[in-house]
C-alpha cells in the first residue's frame, strides 16, 4: 500500500524517518550505494518529498501505527 509523507523527524541514531499519512514511520537514509536518496540531507529536500507517496510494508503486513518513543 502506498502513503503520503506528512512529516519528517530524526531518530536516536540520527538517521532520518518519514512520518507517513498512515502512521508508520519509513527510514529514509542516505547510505550509498545501497541507498540514494540525497535530498533527505537537506531542509528544502525533505520539504519537497511531503505529500509524496512511499510503499509502506507496515500497512501490507496491517501492523499497528507507530509512535515515537518521547510520546
Known amino acids: 500500500m502506498q ?6 523527524h530524526l531518530d536516536d541514531d ?19 550505494p545501497w541507498q540514494n536518496r ?3 540531507t537537506s ?6 518529498k511531503l505529500g509524496k507517496l512511499l510503499q509502506c510494508i507496515k500497512c501490507d503486513e496491517n501492523a499497528p501505527a507507530d509512535t515515537r518513543a518521547s510520546e
Open 14 to 32: 540520527k538517521d532520518w524517518v518519514a512520518e507517513l499519512e498512515c502512521g508508520h514511520f519509513q527510514h529514509v537514509r542516505h547510505n550509498p
Open 43 to 48: 531542509a528544502n529536500g525533505r520539504q519537497e
Open 38 to 40: 540525497p535530498w533527505v
Open 3 to 8: 502513503s503520503a509523507i506528512t512529516n519528517f
